[in-house]
T-cell receptor, first 114, second 119 residues
Framework: DGGITQSPKYLFRKEGQNVTLSCEQN?????MYWYRQDPGQGLRLIYY???????QKGDIAEGYSVSREKKESFPLTVTSAQKNPTAFYLC?????????????FGEGSRLTVL | AQKITQTQPGMFVQEKEAVTLDCTYD???????LFWYKQPSSGEMIFLIY??????QNATEGRYSLNFQKARKSANLVISASQLGDSAMYFC????????????????FGKGTKLSVKP
């Protein structure tokens, strides 16, 4: 079935460690996004990519990095520079970066820093 | 200023009754899109309904309808005949510059409303 796969679903990290969250889609979508969700809050945009080998910072990019080497993949690295990384991370994709198309979301990755 | 405002942190509704979840938005763009998503406790975001700024009729999808009042910049979600499975967080979202080249394409989300359906 077509969709977006995020892994791992749960991740624990010690302070000072980098961690990479995987996001893979087989929907042939051009655009991909990473959002962060904190309890009681909406989703905030971390990074987005409209085409391969190109990506842009969102509203809260500090302490995060991404790559887009393949159309299907958009991994997110949470670096040790991210001061409060414990959160729920959602990856999404859409057919194109404009128009009426909705975002399709993965099931999310919950990161806890110990 | 917040672009998407959902003023109801939590709502209760009796099973089989209708409920309206409020959403107001703020944009200076002429072209934009409004979306509603449902997030069950599992965490996945489920797309419910879309309304374009130029659409003259309110969008409907099954039991979901969007009450779009452009002059008031409001896009309320109406769920008819509530079911126990409707208990979840509901998010209103907006895409600005809907038809413009260079649009980021991302959605701007409100903080959500937690809906609880009582049996």
């Amino acid at each position: 079935d077509g969709g977006i796969t995020q892994s791992p679903k749960y991740l624990f990290r010690k302070e000072g460690q980098n961690v990479t969250l995987s996001c893979e889609q087989n929907l042939n979508h051009d655009a991909m996004y990473w959002y962060r969700q904190d309890p009681g809050q909406g989703l905030r945009l971390i990074y987005y990519s409209q085409i391969v080998n190109d990506f842009q910072k969102g509203d809260i990019a500090e302490g995060y990095s991404v790559s887009r080497e393949k159309k299907e993949s958009f991994p997110l690295t949470v670096t040790s520079a991210q001061k409060n990384p414990t959160a729920f991370y959602l990856c999404a994709s859409s057919m194109q970066a404009r128009g009426t198309g909705e975002l399709f979301f993965g099931e999310g990755s919950r990161l806890t820093v110990l | 200023a917040q672009k998407i405002t959902q003023t109801q942190p939590g709502m209760f509704v009796q099973e089989k009754e209708a409920v309206t979840l409020d959403c107001t938005y703020d944009t200076s763009d002429q072209s934009y899109g409004l979306f509603w998503y449902k997030q069950p406790s599992s965490g996945e975001m489920i797309f419910l309904i879309y309304q374009g700024s130029y659409d003259e009729q309110n969008a409907t999808e099954g039991r979901y309808s969007l009450n779009f009042q452009k002059a008031r910049k409001s896009a309320n979600l109406v769920i008819s005949a509530s079911q126990l499975g409707d208990s979840a967080m509901y998010f209103c979202a907006m895409r600005e510059g809907q038809d413009e080249i260079g649009s980021q394409g991302n959605l701007i989300f409100g903080k959500g409303t937690k809906l609880s359906v009582k049996p």
